[in-house]
Structures are given as C-alpha cells and as structure tokens.
C-alpha cells in the first residue's frame, strides 16, 4: 500500500468515526448501558484516555497512532459504555375451572433499558414501524463500545450483519484482539476491537461503517444467521413470544424485516431460542430450583417443599404445597383425586397434581411433584408427601385412573383410605374393547345408582346382554367404580375431571423449565386464592352459590310430591296416587331410602318435600362443607410470591440439583397426547337430525303447532 492510499484510508476512519460520534450522541442512552455505577465508568475512561496509547501499540500500524489518540481524548465525551450480556367430559355436578398461561419476565438483562414494543404487528399502523427502527438503531456500533468478553462482541456483531443485510469474515482473532471485515473482497466495511491491561473487556477502536461493494453481492451470504441469532433478534425487537405466537408469523416477521428466508422447522428453532431468553433454559431452570424453593417457603408460612436428587446430584423429584393449600384442606370434602400428566420440555418428566372439591364445585388445588417418570417409585414418594399433609383416616377418599402403580402406593402409603376409579377411564376401555351403545348406556346407570335393588337389576341386564362385559365389570371390582358399593364417601365426584381441567390450565406452562413451572402454579393459585376470597365474602346466601342453585330445582320439583307423616322421625314421600314412587325420609338421621341424600350430603327432593312439610330448615340437612363460612375460612390465606430481594444462604444456593439424564429424541417434541377411543368418537358423533314438516318445509315445531 503507497503513502497516499495510507493517507486516504486514514481519512476516510476519521471522517467516519467523526459521523457514528455524531449519530452516537443524537442518539444517546438507546443501547444497553454497563452495570457499573457512573463514577466508576468515569474513573475507567480517565485510565483507559491515559494508557490507551500504549496498550496498543504493537497492535496497530504507526501511521493510524495519531488518529487513535484522538480518539483517546474524545473517549471520556463519548456516550456511556456498552454492556451485552448478549387438553374429558363429565357428568359431575356443578363446578367450574379457571387458568391462564404463566406472565412473562419484564427483566431480562438482554433488552435495552427503555420501553419494549412486544406486540409489534407488521400489518400495523406506520408509527409501529418507526418505533421498530428506533429500536433496530441500537444494534449498531460506535467507537468507544465496551463489551465484557469477545463473546459479547460477536454477538453483536451477528445481530448487526442480519439487521443490515451483509456478511463478515474474521481477519484476527485472539485473546486480546477481534478484527473484522465485510467478506466481499475490497470493502472498506471493517471493525476493530482491543482488549485492555489484564482485562477481558473489548473496546471498539475503529469502526468504518460504510460498505464500497455492491449492496446485490454482499447481501449473497448469511451465515450469521443462525436461529440462536434469529431468535435474540426477534425477541429483542420484531415480536412477542407468548404461548399464543405462531411459526409462521415468526417467520414472515424475519424475512420482511431482515431478508432471511426461513423455513418451519428454522422458524421453530427462532422462536426456541426466542422463549429462553425470556424464560431461562431448561437447565437454569435445575440449577436454581432449590433456593426457588427456599424462597417459596419463606414467604408463605405452612408451605411443604422437598427436592429429592440421586447420588449424582441429578434431579429425580419435586413436591411443592402452599401453606394456603394446608391450612384451607380441613374445610373441603375428604375427597382428594390424583393424577398425573406429562412434560414436553427437553428434559421431559411428569406433573402429579392433588385436587380436592370446595363447597361451591371449584377445583381446590392442594399439591404439585414434578417426577422423572410416572412409575411405582414416582407414586410411592408422592403420597408420603402427601400424608404428611392429609394424614390416613378411614373418611378419606382417593380417586384416581386405573394406573397400577396408583392403586399399589395407595395401599402402602394410605391403608384405611378407600379408592375409587374414575368412571370416564372404566367407560374409554369398555368402549375400546366392546361395542354396543345399549351396552355402554347400562354400565354408566350401574356406575352412578345410589340403591343396591337398582344396582342389582342393571348388573342382571349386562350379564343378559354380554357374559364377557360382565364378567370383566367383575374382576374390575364393583367397589371401585360404582357408588353404591364404594365403601367411603365419594360425594358426587364419580370422575377425575377436575384434574384434567387442571391439565389444561397448566397446559402453556408444560413446556418451560422446572422453575417456570411451578411459578406458573403459584401465579395461578395466587389469582384463584384472591379471586375466590373475594367471590366467597360478596356471597350474600348461607348456603354457597352452587348449592343454592342445585337445590332450586329440587325445591321446584317437590311441591308435585305428596308427603304423610309416619311417626315423630320419618315421613312418607310418593309421587302420584299409585305409590310406585314412594321413598321414606328420616329427617334426624338424615337418610332417604333413594340414597341420594345419605351419599351427597344434600338433602334430595323427597327430604326437601319432608322437611317442608315437617317445618324443619332445610339449610340445616346440608353438610357444613357448603356452607359460604366454610368457603371463606378455605380461602382466608393467599400464595405469595417469593422475595427476590432477599438473599439466599449459600448452604442452599450451593446446593447440587443437575438436570436428569435423558436421551433427546429426533424433531419437535410432540405436545399434544394420542386420543383414546371414545374421545375420537365424540368427536366424529354426527348431529342429530333435524327433521322438518312437510307442509312448510321448516323446523321447530310439529303438525299441531304448524303456523300454516
């Protein structure tokens, strides 16, 4: 190179250098600021100005010294320093269940520290888009930037190549020193950075931004953009990365704004790498579980936690129940269902959930695990969690699947409890291995009869119609699946469903890491807990919502009930003249002869009838499980989040907690579970007909009621 290409090279840095310092102060603030406090920022400029010169001399030519001393002297008006850290139906009585997916983390160390557009749409109005280039501006580069490790550096250097649509390849790269360079031979587009004394931080010495070769030949190549890349960008500055965000929208937001063309299964690797930013990888997740825990417990009195690793130090199991949850257990119904749905993070794994019915048939969430895998041992350790918080009695009631490890650690842990089976799962494997609908029809009225006589005659009906369906009813033994045999009280919860409608509210947060994981349930709880209180206070009945709205219409169907005294403690209840239908009521004992108001605790319509008739309040025939002060009591304490701001014991904070070990199997993980039998068939159930009158051609009435 001659004396006077060296001049003109010269030149041009400084002419450049002078315009991005420009720019840079028009623009300050914009990018990410370092963490140190402004004095100490200060006292590092004021050495870096005074022994820059010397640090890099043996690194640069000696016709660029003089332009860097100047550089030098400007360093300390130069704006702040740079820091990158770059899815059953039921026929349950009345209950409802509520979720939503988990909130987002609104710190992340990786976006600027200013307001941050995540829902930009790129069908939006224009004043979107200017706040999108504002944004997009803060990628760019400056003399001056300090970047904490080369790492950093490149990172940024990434993100710039795909914002503006170009290349670089690597000229030098040590320890100390990261020179750069647009891959089309002969740009002057280059980029120079130096370390410091001992010190890993970078320090961009010479930045010339303009390009010389065409913009046709440097936009050819993109190998910077890599989905890692992709993802920081698009989470950063093009798009939100909720449960509810598309691939496809992911990837027209990337090729109309960066000119990257992508692909499913690219635009899936994006919008991975997007989500971890703003939630932490799954492995953070282990590494921070147990002073999440700690926390947790410390702000929530009563809470029982416990972490279960193996020898190595890997993650086998989790239990987690808010103090809420405890203290609010007495005054629910004795009757608890379990059940357990899997993960489709990396490391996979399965959520047990614990459930129980309040008075007003909302789900009472009471404990959570995650597990390695739903096995006997997974089970095992479950339950003696869990009694340490519902202890063993013979009025407890567990309702679980037809899993056989359940029923094996039911009867070790909790000998005097009675289990039962949910219904819906006895129905789906009827279904799977035996067809007729009359059939199906006869074995739910046998599963829900509250008389023995009942029970009797439709069993009878079964064996006529099919001796392998009844003989397989048989050996799946009546006392689990039928009411009137179960030896404890079950209430009206025949199936599980309140946990898969747990499932669903959970479903968004089943794929992120452990830690998210159980925040989303705290989240959940939290609002629930608040929400309830509230609804439970504002109830203005003895009786709780729910209960007054079932008993309406058993108060409406009473009064065609003829009723007669029998003696001081029972009364005669019939419907009709012929006595067909007669129950007798004993009010005192609170029996009926259908049954019904000795299982639900609720007095039936020929109770209703006696105690009316008797003058007896029919409030007091309710069990005080539905009373709305019982509702209140449940719902008295809340889930409070856990306190970041104090600090963790190092004993637990140094605590091991790896990852489990697994075997990452090829493609996307599949979130979404295989069906079984009968809901394939409820979905392709046609609708029924319906027919028209043949005069008019319409429907909704017959010949009598026909307008014509």
Not at 99 to 117: A, V
Not at 293 to 311: F, Q
Not at 578 to 589: A, F, H, I, P, Q
């Amino acid at each position: 190179m001659t004396e006077q290409e060296k001049s003109n090279e010269n030149d041009c840095s400084e002419v450049e250098a002078s315009e991005v310092q420009s720019r840079d102060e028009n623009y300050s603030g914009s990018c990410d600021g370092c963490s140190l406090e402004k004095e100490q920022e200060d006292n590092e400029n004021n050495d870096c100005s005074s022994n820059m010169e010397g640090e890099i001399h043996d690194v640069v030519r000696e016709d660029e010294i003089g332009k860097e001393n100047e550089e030098d002297d400007e360093f300390e008006s130069r704006f702040d320093m740079f820091y990158d850290s770059n899815g059953a139906s039921s026929e349950d009585d009345n209950f409802s269940s509520y979720g939503e997916s988990p909130t987002e983390n609104e710190d992340s160390p990786t976006l600027p520290p200013k307001k941050r557009y995540q829902n930009f749409s790129m069908s939006g109005p224009k004043g979107n888009l200017e706040v999108l280039q504002l944004e997009m501006s803060s990628i760019d580069l400056a003399v001056g930037q300090r970047y904490e490790s080369k790492d950093d550096l490149e990172r940024r250097l990434k993100l710039l190549t795909v914002r503006y649509r170009f290349d670089f390849d690597v000229e030098t790269s040590t320890p100390t020193s990261y020179v750069v360079k647009c891959w089309v031979d002969g740009c002057l587009w280059r980029v120079r950075a130096f370390t410091q004394g001992e010190s890993p931080t970078f320090y961009v010495r010479i930045y010339d931004s303009n390009h010389t070769c065409p913009c046709t030949e440097r936009s050819n190549r993109s190998r910077q953009a890599t989905p890692d890349i992709l993802g920081e960008l698009y989470k950063n500055f093009l798009g939100d990365v909720g449960p509810a965000v598309r691939l496809t929208s992911v990837g027209i937001a990337i090729t109309k704004q960066c000119g990257v063309k992508m692909d499913y299964w690219k635009s899936h690797q994006t919008l991975k790498f997007a989500r971890e930013i703003d939630e932490g990888t799954p492995m953070c997740g282990f590494e921070s579980l147990p002073s999440y825990l700690y926390m947790i417990r410390r702000a929530n009195p009563s809470t029982v936690t416990r972490l279960h690793i193996d020898e190595l130090g890997r993650f086998m199991y989790v239990f987690l129940a808010f103090g809420a949850s405890v203290n609010g257990f007495p005054f629910m119904r004795k009757v608890v269902a379990v059940n357990g749905t899997f993960l489709n993070g990396k490391y996979k794994g399965t959520l047990l959930t614990a459930l129980a019915h309040d008075g007003n048939f909302q789900i009472f969430p009471i404990a959570f695990a995650v597990v390695d895998t739903e096995n006997g041992f997974s089970w095992h350790w479950f339950f003696t969690q869990l009694k340490l918080l519902i202890p063993d009695d013979e009025g407890l009631a567990i309702i679980s699947d037809w899993h056989n490890s359940i029923g094996k650690a039911i009867r070790n842990v909790y000998p005097l409890t009675a289990r039962g089976i949910c219904t819906y799962h006895l129905y789906k494997n009827i279904l799977g291995r035996y067809k007729g609908k009359d059939v199906f029809c006869l074995v739910k009225k046998a599963a829900r009869c509250f008389r023995m006589s009942d029970f009797t005659t439709i069993f009878e009906e079964i064996e006529v119609v099919t001796s392998a369906l009844h003989g397989y009813l048989q050996r799946a033994d009546v006392r689990l699946w039928t009411r009137v045999h179960f030896p404890g009280e079950r209430y009206n919860l025949m199936t599980t469903n309140i946990v898969e409608s747990m499932n669903r509210a959970l479903s968004n947060a089943r794929g992120l890491n452990i830690v998210r994981i159980l925040e989303s349930i705290r989240v959940m709880m939290t609002r629930w807990l608040a929400e309830r209180r509230e609804d439970a206070r504002l109830q203005p009945t003895t009786l709780t919502r729910g209960v007054e709205k079932l008993l309406h219409g058993r108060v409406t169907a009473c009064r065609d009930l003829m009723v007669q005294r029998i003696d001081d403690h029972h009364t005669e209840v019939k419907y009709g003249s012929s006595g067909k239908y007669l129950n007798v009521v004993n009010l005192e004992e609170r029996k009926c002869t259908c049954r019904r108001f000795e299982r639900e605790k609720l007095p039936c319509v020929h109770a209703i009838a006696a105690a009316e008739y008797n003058n007896v309040c029919r409030i007091s025939l309710c069990s005080p499980y539905y009373n709305s002060a019982y509702l209140v009591s449940a719902y008295a304490e809340s889930a409070r989040p856990a306190d970041s701001a104090q600090p963790v014991p190092e004993i637990v904070a140094n605590q091991p907690c790896l990852p489990p070990y697994i075997r990452q199997q090829p493609g996307r993980p599949k979130k979404n579970r295989m069906k079984s039998a009968l809901e394939v068939a409820l979905q392709n159930k046609r609708p029924r007909k319906e027919h028209t009158w043949s005069r008019c051609k319409q429907s909704g009435h017959n010949t009598k009621t026909c307008p014509m």
